[in-house]
């Protein structure tokens, strides 16, 4: 059985003369332990809620997964897959990429990310647990990882998150072939994975990956464990190649068909490429058997329970009608209350509205509980052996918050929020993008998101993040301008089949809102905040914190005379989406000035060649907010000014 | 003498009204055991190359560095500076800036940063010695790192380097005190840190961070350790303030001038604000007369020595002329071979011209050696205990290797270069904003810059990278079409006084350019690479791989009569820089068209109202790379196909 994965990888990887034969070799007997043995999947319902979750984070090694999937009988896997592996169109991925085949739980390839999403997941299985007994939730989270899983700097936040919260459904399956792609592991580090996962909490256990008998005692001890668990599998890389195994050349090329007869030869395996013998397909289809009877009876479970109707939508994922009632009544006693506040303190009041209509979501921060605004009142905090609770303290890991923030998403049952500075969305990067990649629900709360966070200085002062957030597909970014805005962004977030970043200001805010709509402005990404009458002069967009200081400025140029309008733009991405008559009437054909505390990059595209822009030219600096726009001339009298002189005709600023 | 820096913290902060007292004041002990007993620094000269390096990485604590800074006497601060502590234009910012201030040796703030670039010094250190000897070059790193810094995971990536190669100059003082920003550590880790060092094969000792014998000690013995060392403090967080010592309230806020007075009680610390009497600050600056000492004793070595001049040099750090005309041999040879390879390949052969001609470049690879081609014959590896060769395996630690590279350029001697594929910029983004930020020349080589890298699929394909890096201030981004852009990118890397990153192809480009020429034309960002004859229809704009495709459409409709320009566009930074005639000169007032496999944002600058973008619109795919180009339209056909478009008049695309 083992063998026909070996078998599969190697002329895969061939075929496409792209991939990576090493690891699937390496883990066949690994994995052949772990699939025939102990993991409850259904091939024919790929997403009941109860399954396992297999999590591939050494995602070059997808061929293990296809390999897999093609034996236990996915029927979008059908060997002609495998022939197409890494080609356009197909299923079968250069690394396994969520949404594109069956029963794959989660994208990878960037490495880390498995293991730290994974972390997610199995802490979602434990909150749902706690809310619906073992009945209706009783699943392990088994990872594959790599040694660059292991050195990856987010693999430190995920087991010390995973090892504090005693995650004991998570167990990672170590490949420690001792080999990555620049040669021998030796060349680069001397860490001990051993012993610095134990200090993290976990229990480790080390075996021989090619002992079968090894590897299923440690599974075993690993799903009694009262704790996360890493397997360590001693494997040679590319075992079954005479030639080549054991060495980084196995890793990420085709052996070449020479070394593929050998390795047919020498693993006794006489059949043709593609060609696996009926009765080994047979040994695998009957492991799938085992997984759809746990199915039915998990079926039957659920039906007789009394928590079916809750279990069902806490699963379908669906926002509560009660939710939107309740930011509707937000936003409508804030327009009649005219409140002014930071907006992160008005997502703070969003949220607490949000949190008491429904318990789908789960909050937490990476340490900047009070700083992000994140936490209301009776959540309920998430600790070592505690999930009942909806709160949890990430710790100072934006990375492993955004990773695990993913899998939480994936898993099913609530919707994750979670805070950090915007500019330490940075650290998060690698899992933000996949969030997009995998457009999953998961809300970034990014509070102190300028120069208006003050004194922390420039390490702290976002001016690129922007840019950055809204240059990558697939994620709405929200920069809303006063609490209704922060209110109406909540909304969309909470409603979209994709993630959302929520850009919130350290500093207090107006409401500027004139009056209450039943539609979500901010839904159509920019809208008219301020139109002038008679014909406009000049129009004036800004996001966030800088439309208070376009309305300023369009006052002051009012007492002249000149007409402004004020456009305030929270989401480009939305705006993006509008039809073109809408976007011309928005934009309007007087020249435009743009005002956001940030880099210009991506304002051309709304400025238009006759128009200026108003924001950051390099880093920030350490002061009082008010100071530092007035150092960095991100002011109402500067936009007026460049108003006076785009409507003189001057040239572009 | 602790406590006049627990005063001055106090003070500052409280002046401020911002702030973060706890911290020095918490390791107020240490830091007086550490500066008065141990680090040799000397404030009237400091930067003479041999002095120790004290990184504060926990650098919200930065009161602790310019307290210490007044009572050592560096000129630069005296009691103003800390009344102007976190104000406009004062050197006292909110977090400490490498070159607001003598004597701060690196930006810190964003957590693990510190930590991660201290490594990097550290290495340098032993480099430098191991060129130059002990008589040259004999000192320590010293680090003081918080809780934070420790759960970063860029601490792992660093930790596992540092104690790979037994950087036994490097010292850590941890401030154990078990508080972070939301409450006590425990809300949110478990790790058992002693351990986890040891795992990574560092010396730990742990000591009460208020017993100055204690601590003494433990320094004592890891400046004799073969490897790094953890010294872990326990302290109180806020020491002194009676009534909020030890709680997360002294973290990052006043004390309040009620608890300031009673802890100055508490202290014994009758002075007023500001004020440190005489003879305290005597002790104080007779430490700076013991490294004043050193230094000169140093400098008679320095004067007396035989590898004096080469010293001088490498410090000096300027780009040796053989380099330049290497480069520019390089250019003439291949414009006459009309050599046709990928850029990452351009990049080893003008590399392997450049690490001939100078020994100051360390080149290194976060486990990608092979395929970002960073090695060249003869450099010599650097392992544990061998420090004399210039090539590092950085292992599969992206964002570490950007810290170490910050390091290895801030400690000086040596031009740091590091590769990875683009995307992982991602990994890598917050010590590449430090890059940035301390304005550092660090080279990022970083291959497989787009959907031309192929079957690994959209998770190692780049989209929104070259926006977020142009949208970052102080960085210079080059995106080289053929061998000569190539070279001439790593030319003016090298001359630069800030980061850049080079952005190569892993698929075969042509070369494009026609002539050789004296002048680097990169260096003005963008230039015409083909200009019609007559008036130009229509101006084709592209970066990298894609200028082959703007050319080859030019060609196409130059075929039809229709005059187009190709401008190759390698550096967006250096093409703003020019004046506005030569940029209107090389834009043209012929309708645009800019070609790049990326995202849009940003290009809109460049195209105008009436111009068009090709590129990409969303992620990528796995398949080879010529039908991914076919599969998201980036060919010549759609770019000629859309120059009709323009010319016949219709609307902006």
Sequence with gaps: MANAIRALAMDAVQKANSGHPGMPMGMADVATVLFSRFITLDPSKPNWPDRDRFVLSAGHGSMLQYALHYLLGYEDIPIE??????????????????????????????????LSTAVGMALAERMMEARFGAELVDHYTYVVAGDGCLQEGISHEAIDLAGHLKLNRLIVLWDNN???????????????????????????????????????????????SDRPTLIACRTLIGKGAPNLQGSEKTHGAPLGQAEIAATREAIGWPH???DVPTEI??????????????????????????????FEAMVRGELPDAVRMALANFRKEHVQQ???????????????????ATDMTVGGSADLTHSNLTLTRDMGRI??????????????????????????????????????????????????????????????????????????????????????????PDIDVYRPADIVETAEAWELALSANKPS???????????????????????????????????????????????????????LLAGEGIAAAVVSMPSWERFEQQDARYRNEVLGSAPRIAVEAAARLG??????????????????????????YKHFNITADHVAQTARQLIAGKSRV
Tied chains: 1, 2.
Excluded at 200 to 216: L, N, P
Excluded at 285 to 304: D, F, I, N, S, Y
């Design 383 to 472: 600790g070592p052996g505690e999930y009942a609770g909806r709160y949890i303290h990430y710790g100072i890991r934006e990375h492993g918050m955004a990773a695990a923030m993913n899998g939480i998403a994936l898993h099913g049952g609530f919707i994750p929020y979670g805070g950090t500075f915007l500019c330490f969305a940075d650290y998060a990067r690698g899992a933000m993008r996949l969030s997009a990649l995998m457009k999953q629900r998961v809300i970034y709360v990014m509070t102190h998101d300028s120069i208006g966070l003050g004194e922390d200085g420039p390490t702290h002062q976002p001016i690129e993040h922007l840019a950055m957030l809204r240059a990558t």
């Design 272 to 274: 043709e490429a593609f």
């Design 501 to 555: 970043v929520l850009v919130l200001s350290r500093q207090n805010l107006p409401m500027l809102r004139q009056k209450y709509t039943a539609e979500n402005q901010s839904a159509r990404g920019a809208y008219v905040l301020r139109e002038p009458d008679g014909e406009r002069d000049v129009t004036i967009m800004a996001t966030g914190s800088e439309v208070e200081i376009a309305v300023a400025a369009a006052e």
């Design 81 to 114: 897959q495998l022939q197409a592996f890494r080609q356009l169109g197909s299923r079968t991925a250069g690394h396994p990429e969520y949404g594109h085949a069956l029963g794959i739980e989660t994208t990878t390839g960037p490495l880390g990310q498995g």
């Design 178 to 224: 001792s080999i990555s792609i620049d040669g021998p592991t030796s060349l680069s580090t001397s860490m001990d994975q051993p012993a610095r996962f134990r200090a993290a909490g976990w229990k480790v256990i080390e075996v021989d990956g090619h002992a079968m008998d090894e590897v299923a005692s440690a599974i075993e001890q690993a799903r009694k």
């Design 603 to 628: 304002w051309d595209r709304w400025i238009g060649e006759r128009g200026a822009f108003i924001g950051m030219n390099g880093f920030g600096a350490s002061a009082p907010a008010p100071d530092l």
């Design 281 to 310: 397909v047979s040994a695998w289809r009957a492991v799938a058997e085992r997984g759809k009877a746990a199915r039915l009876a998990w079926e039957q479970r659920l039906a007789a329970s009394p928590k079916r109707a809750a």
């Design 338 to 356: 005219a409140t002014k506040v930071a907006t992160r303190k008005a997502s703070e009041m969003a949220l607490a509205a949000i949190n008491a």
